[in-house]
């Protein structure tokens, strides 16, 4: 029997969740030489992911939310590329193979030949809810799959092109513009000749702005948002990360029939900001349309893994990354993450759990 480590939930926060809210396990152990039958495989997990979505699956069960709550007590699962390292014969999956979908965060998976996945979880997974096979003709680092060129990267390819409706010559104006769904939305917005604004939370963080292509980045923290808008605004295409009180103030700088996207990090802990000025909607005819990436699946999915990795490969898209070393140290990289105080750089958080050196 070898040790399987795992992430468990182990406490519900009030406001900011702590390390305390996680605990790592190593007491689970798994057979990685039992005989496996009826299509099962084995895969080591190499990589997982730590995204702002996860702190809304930390709370009681009986809150219903469109994904579902984590399990006291049971592993943490979301975003991971594995390797199968041991496969039945009849399995679809073959040893070598990298696979990526929802995973519980744990060094090992068994995996049965029938995924059976509950509808709750159906539901927010949509078609991704078996694991898919990685090819990686393009050579990225594994980790990129669960970042540009996995579901923070797919939330901003396909919701832009689904709902932004962009036109050459408007402004764009995306906060949170280090993170993996902000620095794809930079380049999409480029790409379609949009003037971009994008704001984050350090000098360094908004250096980084710039090579990806904005046009104005500023620090959120110590410049005047308004008077950056008043300059280079008025803003067509919202994508809101951060929403909240910023959201307020870029709501009187929106531009006639404006359209809005996005996420609402800050109020993820719990800090709940009433916005006031809710009559911009009806004055300046501005849409705001609500998604979560599933929706778009089977409608881009072919469309993205057949441009993205290239593109991301040969630096036509770039893409930064902010790695944490085993699984240990998810808590801290999660935490990190949240409070925009990546230790090692910054851009999309992730761990790694394990080499691959099985395929
Ligand atoms: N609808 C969907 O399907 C979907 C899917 C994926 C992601 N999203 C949403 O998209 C957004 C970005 O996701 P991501 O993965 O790219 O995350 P991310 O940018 O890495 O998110 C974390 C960053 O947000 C910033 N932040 C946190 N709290 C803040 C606050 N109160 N005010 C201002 N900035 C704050 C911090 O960076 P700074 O240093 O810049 O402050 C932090 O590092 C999130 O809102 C997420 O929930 C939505």
Same mark, same amino acid.
């Given at each position: 029997m070898t040790t399987n480590a795992q992430l468990l939930f182990n406490a519900i926060p009030k406001g900011e969740p702590t390390s305390d809210s996680f605990k790592y396990d190593t007491s689970s152990t798994i057979d990685l030489e039992q005989e496996l039958s009826n299509g099962a495989s084995i895969v080591k997990l190499i990589c997982v992911s730590l995204d702002p979505y996860m702190r809304g699956r930390m709370r009681p069960a009986e809150i219903k939310s469109y994904s579902p709550a984590f399990e006291l007590h049971k592993p943490i699962t979301g975003h991971g590329i594995g390797v199968v390292i041991r496969a039945a014969a !009849? =399995? +679809?999956? +073959?040893?070598?193979d990298h696979v990526y979908g929802t995973v519980p &965060?744990?060094?090992y998976l068994f995996v049965p030949g029938q995924q059976t996945v509950d509808e709750e979880t159906k539901k927010f %997974?949509?078609?991704?809810?078996s694991l898919r096979v990685i090819k990686n003709e393009e050579g990225l680092p594994w980790s990129a799959y669960i970042g540009a060129a996995g579901m923070p990267g797919k939330t901003a390819f396909m919701a832009w092109k689904e709902i932004a409706d962009a036109k050459k010559g408007e402004v764009a104006f995306i906060s949170a513009g280090s993170g993996p769904v902000g620095q794809m939305a930079i380049q999409m917005a480029k790409a379609d000749g949009l003037k971009v604004i994008s704001s984050a939370g350090s000098d360094e963080k908004v250096a980084f702005l710039k090579e990806l292509g904005a046009d104005v980045a500023f620090n959120y923290k110590t410049d005047d948002a308004k008077k950056i808008f008043a300059e280079?605004?008025?803003? !067509?295409v919202n994508w809101v990360n951060v929403g909240g009180k910023s959201f307020e103030e870029e709501l009187e700088f929106m531009n006639l029939h404006g359209r809005i996207i996005g996420g609402w990090i =800050?109020? &993820?802990?719990?800090? =709940?900001?009433?916005?006031?000025? %809710?009559?911009q909607f009806v004055a300046k005819r501005l849409m705001m349309r609500g998604f979560i990436v599933g929706d778009f699946e089977t409608k881009y999915v072919d469309e993205f893994y057949a441009t993205i990795p290239k593109k991301l490969a040969f630096g036509d898209l770039k893409f930064k990354e902010c790695k944490y070393t085993g699984l240990e140290n998810a808590p801290k990289a999660f935490l990190d993450m949240l409070a925009g105080k990546q230790s090692g750089g910054f851009g999309k958080v992730f761990v790694q759990i394990s080499d691959d050196d099985t395929a």
């Open positions: !009849d =399995s +679809k999956y +073959k040893v070598g &965060y744990q060094q %997974l949509g078609p991704q809810a280079h605004g008025p803003i !067509d =800050s109020a &993820y802990n719990g800090q =709940s900001f009433g916005v006031r000025n %809710l009559f």
